[in-house]
């Protein structure tokens, strides 16, 4: 008997340990290097900032933090404190993120996070159906004839 329930308690602490605490998102962004960058949240129409992480010389940094992140969209904000692009955190609190800021949001890649790899591709079909939509519309307005 006391050894089952010795069993069930180094179980269950085990299973405590092993259980996710806080955010862990590790992040290579080049071309930067030796900066800090910022981790970002809406809020309504607010925008704010949640974290920071210097990057080194070899363009990573970590934003990490004790207490899980409440789930939602969240950005990336370069030095210049220009948003590069947007990221879900939810459940899943540690993954990685390499991207170049040359081109994005297509050269942004997710690691260990399928719910942002998809994001990201909603992102880009988005982008690419705007500019078409807007493309479109634009030819539309000037074929049709105006009326004075």
Do not use: C, H
Request: charged share 20%; glycine share 8%; proline share 4%.
């Amino acid at each position: 008997m006391k050894k089952s329930l010795l069993f069930i308690f180094l179980l269950l602490t085990a299973a405590g340990a092993f259980a996710q605490t806080g955010y862990n998102i590790d992040i290579t962004l080049r071309p930067f290097k030796n900066q800090k960058i910022y981790l970002g949240y809406y809020y309504g129409k607010m925008k704010a900032l949640t974290d920071s992480a210097i990057l080194d010389n070899t363009s990573k940094g970590i934003f990490k933090g004790d207490k899980t992140l409440p789930g939602g969209i969240y950005f990336i904000v370069s030095p210049n404190k220009e948003i590069l692009f947007e990221l879900l955190i939810d459940k899943q609190q540690a993954f990685g993120i390499d991207a170049d800021t040359t081109a994005l949001p297509a050269n942004v890649k997710f690691i260990r996070s399928p719910d942002n790899s998809g994001f990201q591709q909603y992102t880009m079909f988005a982008s690419r159906t705007g500019k078409t939509s807007s493309l479109l519309a634009g030819r539309y307005n000037q074929a049709i004839p105006k009326i004075q």
